[in-house]
């Protein structure tokens, strides 16, 4: 599991982001479960998350972030990066960021896409 912690900071709301291969719903649930032991991650206010599978078949999870997991969704396949979960952690400050919080998802897997090459 890859994460960088800390990526992001606006308006009082943080940023993280991890990631590694699976295989299959099961491996995205085991996966969560894994990240969410960490107290850190299971108290966080969004775990949002998406996978492209090798056969193509796409499977997110927003956490109540709306649209968050379908922005994830899109970078992995613009990149075709198949069985391959990246989850994109918020705790939230205190402060509404609208439409802005789509453009701290996309840094954060753009960072976390970076590191990986």
Known sequence: MLQ????????????AVSGGPVQG???V??????????RKFARATHNSWA???????????????SGAGLVILRMLEREDLKDHVIVVTRWY???KLGGDR????????????????
């Open 4 to 15: 960088l912690i800390n990526v992001v900071s606006d308006r009082g709301s943080k940023y």
């Open 25 to 27: 719903r099961e491996g």
């Open 29 to 38: 649930d085991a996966f969560l479960k894994e990240l969410k032991r960490t």
């Open 51 to 65: 996978v492209l599978m090798a056969d193509g078949t796409p499977l997110k999870g927003d956490d109540g972030e």
């Open 93 to 95: 400050g205190g402060t």
């Open 102 to 117: 789509f453009r701290r998802v996309q840094d954060c897997v753009r960072a976390y896409l970076a590191e990986c090459d």
